[in-house]
Nanobody, 124 residues
Framework: QLQLVESGGGSVQSGESLRLSCAASGYTLTITWFRQAPGKEREAVSCIGPEGLSTAYTDSVKGRFTISRDNSKRTTYLQMNSLKSEDSATYYC????????????????????WGQGTQVTVHN
């Protein structure tokens, strides 16, 4: 069973940056970062295909967040710049066995493996 472990969350001020990491125990295809704030539905944030050539972002983070991966380290990253209070949430990485960010990349039901989450809090 593939294991995913997130790290890098924390508490920052609005406008600051954080980099989240998602370390996998084995080979991965498509990795997506999701987030969930209290009382809200889980939201897909950004997706990356197995070679890093296919990426996708939800509109609210475009231009601020960058997803990348280092396959030699089996790790996927989410660089989050210009953070806003509305970015506060628990962030999860998830793995799906498809080859790139397809039209349904944002659907949580497509993902088979999930990490335990890392908390991001952005203060105004």
């Amino acid at each position: 069973q593939l294991q995913l472990v997130e790290s890098g969350g924390g508490s920052v001020q609005s406008g600051e940056s954080l980099r989240l990491s998602c370390a996998a125990s084995g080979y991965t295809l498509t990795i997506t970062w999701f987030r969930q704030a209290p009382g809200k539905e889980r939201e897909a944030v950004s997706c990356i295909g197995p070679e890093g050539l296919s990426t996708a972002y939800t509109d609210s983070v475009k231009g601020r967040f960058t997803i990348s991966r280092d396959n030699s380290k089996r790790t996927t990253y989410l660089q989050m710049n210009s953070l806003k209070s509305e970015d506060s949430a628990t962030y999860y990485c998830a793995h799906a066995p498809f080859n790139g960010c397809s039209s349904y990349w944002y659907k949580a039901s497509a993902y088979h493996n999930w990490g335990q989450g890392t908390q991001v809090t952005v203060h105004n």
